[in-house]
Each structure stands twice: as structure tokens, then as C-alpha cells.
């Protein structure tokens, strides 16, 4: 079992920066894919980046490629996503989720999100 937390989000302002972070309970969570998602208001959750277990692959949204870098600390149990030049349709809760097999579609867990707003 994997308890995911996500915390780093909150209010700012268009072309400010924010780092999301995802710290994860469990003694096996290096060998885990992580990936981050978002939902909008009145949206539907979409995906937005995801790294391997060892970090050494990563993939991007269109939308978050060239402004989100997803990166991982296994010896602290975390997962980043930096996100900068942020735009107000980043608006949105982000969820971290983890997954035994990167292959896999689907994942095994989930956080609970954090907000993160972005005024204009």
C-alpha cells in the first residue's frame, strides 16, 4: 500500500512559479512510476507529466512541455513538478498517482490534490 500526499499549491499570479510536491509513505515507492493530473473547473481530470522509477524517463502534456519539469527524490520519498510561467488555465487540483508497472495505463494510487490558482 502507498499513501500519497501532494502539497505546494496555492494562489499566484500569471508567470509566477510554483513546485509541487508528492511524498509518498511506503518503503517500496522508488520502484513505482509517479504521474501528475490535474482538473479544472468543469473540466475533465487530464494528465500532465510522468516519470519512471528511476527518473531516467519522463513524459510531458503539450501543455505543460517547456514550463513543467517532473523530477523525483527516492531517497526522500518525493515526487516534483516545477511549473513555471504559469497561465490562468493552470488553474486546476493537481494529483500525484503511482503505479507498480509504467506500462500500465492505469494507476494504483492517488493524493487527495492540492489547489493551484492563477490569477491574471
Known amino acids: 500500500q502507498v499513501q500519497l500526499v501532494e502539497s505546494g499549491g496555492g494562489l499566484v499570479q500569471a508567470g509566477d512559479s510554483l513546485r509541487l510536491s508528492c511524498v509518498a509513505s511506503?518503503?517500496?515507492?522508488?520502484?513505482?512510476?509517479v504521474g501528475w493530473f490535474r482538473q479544472g473547473p468543469g473540466k475533465e481530470r487530464e494528465f500532465v507529466a510522468a516519470i519512471s522509477w528511476t527518473g531516467g524517463r519522463t513524459y510531458y502534456a503539450d501543455s505543460a512541455k517547456g514550463r513543467f519539469t517532473i523530477s523525483r527524490d527516492n531517497a526522500k520519498n518525493t515526487v516534483y513538478l516545477q511549473m513555471n510561467s504559469l497561465k490562468p488555465e493552470d488553474t486546476a487540483v493537481y494529483y500525484c498517482a503511482a503505479k507498480r508497472v509504467e506500462r500500465n495505463p492505469l494507476y494504483d494510487f492517488w493524493g487527495q490534490g492540492t489547489q493551484v490558482t492563477v490569477s491574471s
Open positions: 511506503g518503503r517500496t515507492f522508488s520502484s513505482y512510476a
